[in-house]
């Protein structure tokens, strides 16, 4: 079993950054793919941020290219999604993921475990 637990949202204006992280417990990670999802209310969930924890290979969805970042820490088993340029339509709960597979998949329907979500709201 995979614990994962989110932190660092909140309220930011927009053009403003915030950090959130995912402490990750329960297993080693490699073999794993980490990510991060967001969900506005009566939408699906979506992929925003991948990484694979062995090769520290990402994937981004376009509305995040090139003003977030994901990146994990093996020492301390987390994975940290750095979010700048904040945009009005990045409302949302952000909800950190691990799925066990060699593949990348950005479909939450294939993500094995979820961490509680953390609201990040950005006023305009």
């Known amino acids: 079993q995979v614990q994962l637990v989110e932190s660092g949202g909140g309220l930011v204006q927009a053009g403003g950054s915030l950090r959130l992280s995912c402490v990750v417990s329960?297993?080693?990670?490699?073999?794993?793919?980490m990510g991060w999802f967001r969900q506005v209310p009566g939408t699906e969930r979506e992929s925003v941020a991948i990484?694979?924890?062995?090769?520290?290979?990402?994937y981004y969805g376009d509305s995040v290219k090139g003003r977030f970042t994901i990146s994990r820490d093996n020492a301390q088993n987390t994975v940290d999604l750095q979010m700048n340029n904040l945009k009005p339509e990045d409302t949302a709960v952000y909800y950190c993921?691990?799925?066990?597979?060699?593949?990348?998949?950005?479909?939450?329907?294939?993500?094995?475990?979820w961490g509680q979500g953390t609201q990040v709201t950005v006023s305009s």
């Open positions: 990484i694979q924890w062995s090769s520290g290979d990402t």
């Open positions: 993921a691990a799925r066990r597979s060699s593949r990348l998949s950005i479909t939450q329907a294939m993500y094995d475990f």
């Open positions: 329960g297993r080693t990670l490699d073999g794993y793919f």
